[in-house]
Each structure stands twice: as structure tokens, then as C-alpha cells.
């Protein structure tokens, strides 16, 4: 079974704005829905440096509570349906519906038309064993390194810095 992890990005730009991106983990890969239309599937190391302009908030999830295997099969079925962005929903509603698919519970986080209430439902529920921020690389002004620096403390309080650990996984 491999294991997985949420990535949420925190923003959607290099400025700080924006509702941030919900992407998953599984294996070596990351599966980030909406990027092209559809699914997005390359390998972490590659989506992490694509990335690189926006710090991520990693929740790396209990392989006892979220089935790999399952969330595996959801994604490549999803992906293989062609479903499409909007119209199949959007990347947090894809993340937090393979999250469903791999768990016995019911996982539905509140208003999670938000990357950031999959995060939050990920963390109340306990799936999470692992989580920390991977800090942008990107030079940023004062002013807009201020800013991401306060939204990272504000929504997730506590939360230690650090580098992905998933890049040391197999598939």
C-alpha cells in the first residue's frame, strides 16, 4: 500500500492571494486536480519545485485510517473518467472525495469547497501522523514575505517548518 500525504499549497500566486490548492501524495507522485483541466500527475519532487513560489502545508496521513491503495484506485478512476475541473468539482472537493474513498469513515469537511477546510477536517479527524510547512524559496519583497508569514501563523498555528520527508517513499 503506498503511502500518501495532502499537500496544500497556502496561495495561488507569488504574492500571498488566493484560496490555495488541495493536491495529494501517493506513492512518489502527486496528483493535483485542475491544474490542466483534469488531473495532474508527475512525480513530488517535480510538483514541490513547480511549486517552490508558495509555501505547503504537508499532512502526511495514517496508511491505519487512509487506505493508499484506495485512494490510488479513486484518483486513476477519476483521472480515467476524464473528469474535468468545475464540472467534476474542484481540486480540494477531488481530494477530500479520495480521501472519502480510502477511509471507513464518511469525510466531508465542512464547506470544503476550500483547500484549507480538507486540511482542517484531515487534522480533526486524526488521519494526519505527520505535518509541518515547507517554506517558499522564492525572493519575495518585505512586505509580501510578511504577509505569507502571517497567514502561515493565523491558519496553521504551531505548525513546524520543515522538507518533504515524501521524497524519501517508494511506490
Request: with cysteine; aromatic share 12%.
Amino acid at each position: 500500500m503506498p503511502q500518501t500525504a495532502l499537500l496544500t499549497p497556502v496561495c495561488n500566486t507569488s504574492y500571498g492571494d488566493g484560496s490555495g490548492h488541495s493536491a495529494l501524495v501517493i506513492g512518489t507522485k502527486v496528483y493535483s486536480f485542475g491544474d490542466n483541466g483534469g488531473w495532474y500527475v508527475v512525480a513530488a519532487k517535480t510538483y514541490m519545485a513547480d511549486n517552490s513560489f508558495r509555501p505547503v502545508l504537508v499532512q502526511h496521513l495514517n496508511g491505519a485510517k487512509v487506505d493508499g491503495a484506495a485512494m490510488l484506485k479513486y484518483a486513476k478512476g477519476s483521472r480515467d473518467a476524464g473528469e474535468w475541473y468545475i464540472f467534476s468539482g474542484l481540486c480540494s472537493h477531488q481530494a477530500a472525495y479520495a480521501i472519502d474513498a480510502a477511509t471507513n469513515e464518511t469525510f466531508e469537511p465542512s464547506g470544503f469547497d476550500t483547500p484549507y477546510a480538507v486540511a482542517v477536517e484531515v487534522s480533526q479527524k486524526k488521519y494526519e501522523t505527520d505535518r509541518y510547512v515547507v517554506l517558499s524559496s522564492e525572493k519575495k519583497s518585505d512586505a509580501v514575505a510578511f504577509k505569507e508569514l502571517s497567514r502561515l501563523i493565523r491558519d496553521f498555528p504551531n505548525c513546524p517548518v520543515g522538507q518533504p520527508k515524501f521524497y524519501e517513499w517508494t511506490d
